[in-house]
């Protein structure tokens, strides 16, 4: 079982270093792509923070979920905009980088999420199951609803970047 989970961390880890590289240099971009990468985060997001229910964190605290989560994706679409470069390259396709600090914030939260995961809830974190629940003491749970916090926030940020870049492009592609 903890060569599965090496091989999952790995292979996640490795598909984050290829983004942050993209995200960095720049390279094509497309509003299916675009939308693809936000369900891929949005999937990631829920599968790490569904063991925090398991683990005793009481489900009224989705509302809090949502709350940063809208609150980080309006403020994101807001200000990002500034750090997000679009042009048209040679090859007549339309390129974008920037907008890395959402992606930053997400990786920061995804990773002390697996790794809290891991050390409180154990091998069986990557495996969720509605039969096992964890107890955990007061102070961890409030831990764990920290890095989920901010792995929202990180999601929601990135949600927003993408929008503006959905947008950014669409007015892009009309001039």
Not at 58 to 78: E, K
Not at 151 to 162: D, F, I, Q, S, Y
Request: aromatic content about 14%; proline content about 2%; overall charge positive.
């Amino acid at each position: 079982m903890d060569s599965q989970i090496l091989i999952f961390v790995v292979m996640i880890v490795a598909v984050l270093i290829f983004r942050f590289k993209k995200i960095m240099s720049g390279g094509p971009v497309g509003k299916n792509k675009i939308i693809f990468s936000m369900i891929s985060y949005f999937a990631i997001s829920i599968f790490a923070v569904f063991s925090s229910f398991q683990a005793g964190v009481s489900t009224w605290y989705v509302f809090a979920y949502v709350g940063i989560l809208i609150c980080a994706t309006y403020l994101s679409h807001r200000h990002v905009d500034k750090s997000i470069v679009v042009w048209k390259a040679d090859d007549g396709k339309i390129h974008a980088k920037g907008g890395h600090v959402p992606y930053v914030i997400w990786i920061a939260g995804l990773v002390s999420r697996f790794v809290l995961g891991y050390v409180f809830l154990g091998s069986l974190y990557l495996t969720p199951s509605f039969t096992i629940q964890k107890n955990l003491s007061p102070v961890d749970i409030e831990m764990t609803l920290v890095v989920d916090l901010i792995m929202m926030l990180g999601v929601g940020a990135l949600t927003g970047r993408n929008l503006k870049l959905i947008s950014t492009l669409k007015n892009f592609q009309t001039s």
